[in-house]
């Protein structure tokens, strides 16, 4: 009742929902079992089927291009924590997830899994030149409608890989939302959505309080103003120390 009346009160004054930390939305529906790091239980509570039955993947062919997603920083913070989870914001065609997958396999991680968080419908900067073929031509609309999921979730089957990745196909923030209240904690978190300022903003705010303690947030492409600017404010608004590893940029959380 506190909280109802507090929320209202503060909605009446313009704060946003954002910005009001620790104010949760109620969901009865989501259940109150804490997931933890469990990939395989997180598997199960967010799909009642295996998103990967009956896929027939060998009709659209391996195709992977993406941003860097070979860096050698994959495979030395996989090392480094050797997590049981990783979450993924901005999968696109599963380039990072799959770099990712890869090394758990070589450091024989048999239970860690991988959860992909994307809308897959394409990011502002997709959307804008009808004439790239990377960007707007890669999402492949179909009556208007991206279809880029379905080369994603081809690329994991070529690769043997479904075992260790999980689709989460929503918003960054309702994907944080669902997470939260399920309780999960994970050890690893890649950010490469929306490099938009205010979308980083709430995908740092949102993915921090997800990470376990001793975990490590990193993300891509920090050279673009709006990442730069949203890194450096979180981090000096939390005290936090900026590294850079390779071309990623990364965050640890105290233990
Ligand atoms: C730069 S691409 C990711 C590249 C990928 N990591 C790779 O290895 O190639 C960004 C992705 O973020 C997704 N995205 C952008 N904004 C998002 C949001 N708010 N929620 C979920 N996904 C988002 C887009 O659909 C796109 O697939």
Known sequence: MLQDFLKQTAYRFGFSLRRMRGVKTRSGALGSASLGNDGEALLHAIHAVDPYAGFAYQTIPFEAQG?????????????????????EVGTWKGGSAMEMATH????????????????????????GDHTEADRYGSLALKHGYPQLYYQFLANVCHQGLQPRIIPFPLPSVTAAQWLSLRGVRAELIYLDGSHEEEDVDADLTDYWDLLAPGGVIFGDDYAWTGVRMAVDRFTAEHRLHLEHLEDKWLLAKAD
């Open 67 to 87: 941003w860097g997603s070979q860096s050698p920083a994959f495979g030395t913070l996989v090392a480094r924590i050797r997590p049981h989870l990783i979450i």
């Open 104 to 127: 758990l396999e070589r450091h024989a991680l048999t239970a860690s899994r991988i959860l992909c968080i994307d809308t897959w419908l394409g990011a502002l900067e997709m959307w």
